[in-house]
């Protein structure tokens, strides 16, 4: 089998010099060079290495008083000398008339006498005693990449971990879930368990995940420690303080270049970028259904499935899981989120917010900018703005909801492609 070829590199670029090791080339580079910084004051011998003018000096020392203890050899340099008792010390071999000056060389040296190989290849019959000559020759064959859970073999580690990612092993056998993460599996099973193992000391609460029993402690029965300085909000997960302060910032700096949305999140702009892509990268393999969030796919893709989730308490059936955690908090006796203004007591966060709207608590209105509407709710602002069209042509009986559509709408009424509009539009 060819071995396979190891590509050097670092390059000369002045002769066919290659190595593998950078402080090697810089070593060879000074040899190009014209001008030699280290000359000897005896002779006209110079370099670029200090060490070669180092050993070049002791060439010119003729008084020689590093000395043998065993023989009469003397030298003016210690490396010399090491080498020299070398030959003082000769080992020898019990099986043959081999003899070494060094231990390692013997040592490798018994192998060949030995019948049994310690190291044996399993993709070939070689064999050999020395670890060294065994890992040379491993690195002869492909090394090959398999999946444990399926057949998958590839000498190609990104092609091995794309496998890992795209193909989902791990199977429930109660529903159609599929996933790559055994964890993940583990979790999703916990569904379709009736049995609640884990139960809040504080309250009737009960659950089968030990993650959900902790959320719920820092939810309802723990004091929330983080504060907002501007506003009375609590909280006590660091990352949801720092999102909530995010909407107490006016600046948005954050734009898109498509039309005039702003903002200071930049998930949210990802989010919002998706809605210009024309082309609908995720689409249904059952239906004409396009889309180009994941998630939005997915919850479409459920309304084809049957209805596999179903609530313990009743006769309750659906495929999505957060209208099953919906439905199963109504059977839920205690009630954590009171209003502190009247007697209303509920189980879901969401309702309390809706709720304090009756009493004018939540003074975050949303105004449109163009028209004098006005609301508490952020999702009727939302559909206000993609359904009102307040920028209307007046050449034409074109409307839009956006200023950078209008503005690409009349060039298509000027003569010249390349005017510029520099009056702002009222």
């Not at 060879?28 to 002779?43: D, E, F, G, M």
């Not at 030298?75 to 090491?82: F, M, P, V």
């Amino acid at each position: 089998m060819a071995m396979h070829s190891v590509s050097n590199d670092f390059k000369c670029d002045q002769c066919n010099y290659v190595t593998k090791a950078k402080l090697n080339l810089m070593r060879h580079v000074l040899k190009h060079s014209a001008v030699k910084k280290y000359i000897c004051a005896q002779c006209n011998y110079s370099t670029n290495s200090r060490e070669c003018l180092k050993n070049h000096i002791l060439t010119h020392n003729t008084f020689k008083d590093i000395k043998c203890d065993q023989c009469d050899y003397v030298t003016n340099r210690h490396n010399y000398l090491k080498r020299h008792l070398l030959t003082h010390n000769i080992s020898t071999c019990d099986y043959c008339d081999y003899s070494t000056t060094g231990k390692s060389n013997l040592s490798r040296h018994f192998y060949q006498h030995h019948a049994s190989k310690k190291f044996n290849c399993n993709q070939c019959n070689f064999r050999t005693n020395g670890k060294r000559k065994f890992k040379r020759h491993h690195s002869v064959h492909p090394k090959y990449y398999t999946c444990v859970p399926c057949d998958y073999t590839t000498d190609n580690r990104k092609d091995w971990k794309h496998h890992q990612i795209a193909v989902k092993h791990f199977v429930c056998k109660q529903c159609n879930y599929a996933t790559n993460m055994k964890a993940s599996l583990a979790r999703h099973i916990l569904l379709h368990s009736t049995i609640e193992n884990f139960a809040c000391d504080q309250c009737d609460f009960a659950t089968s995940a030990q993650y959900k029993l902790k959320n719920h402690v820092l939810a309802c029965h723990t004091v929330k420690s983080l504060k907002c300085h501007k506003c009375n909000y609590a909280t006590n997960v660091k990352t949801s303080l720092r999102y909530h302060l995010m909407t107490h910032n006016n600046s948005k700096v954050i734009k898109c270049d498509h039309c005039d949305f702003a903002t200071n999140n930049k998930v949210t702009l990802r989010l919002h970028l998706a809605t210009h892509n024309i082309f609908q990268r995720f689409k249904c393999d059952q239906c004409n259904y396009s889309s180009n969030k994941k998630e939005s796919l997915k919850n479409h893709v459920l309304t084809h499935s049957s209805k596999n989730l179903s609530c313990y308490h009743c006769e309750y059936t659906t495929n999505v899981k957060t209208s099953l955690m919906r439905h199963i908090s109504r059977h839920n006796n205690s009630k954590p989120f009171n209003c502190h203004h009247c007697q209303y007591v509920t189980n879901c966060k969401s309702n309390l917010k809706i709720h304090l709207v009756t009493h004018n608590i939540v003074f975050k209105h949303y105004t449109c900018k163009q028209c004098y509407y006005s609301t508490d709710d952020q999702n009727d602002w939302k559909h206000h703005q993609r359904t009102s069209k307040h920028f209307i042509c007046n050449q034409c009986n074109y409307a839009t909801n956006t200023n950078g559509r209008l503005q690409r709408h009349l060039l298509t009424h000027s003569t010249c492609k390349v005017q510029q509009f520099t009056e702002p539009l009222s």
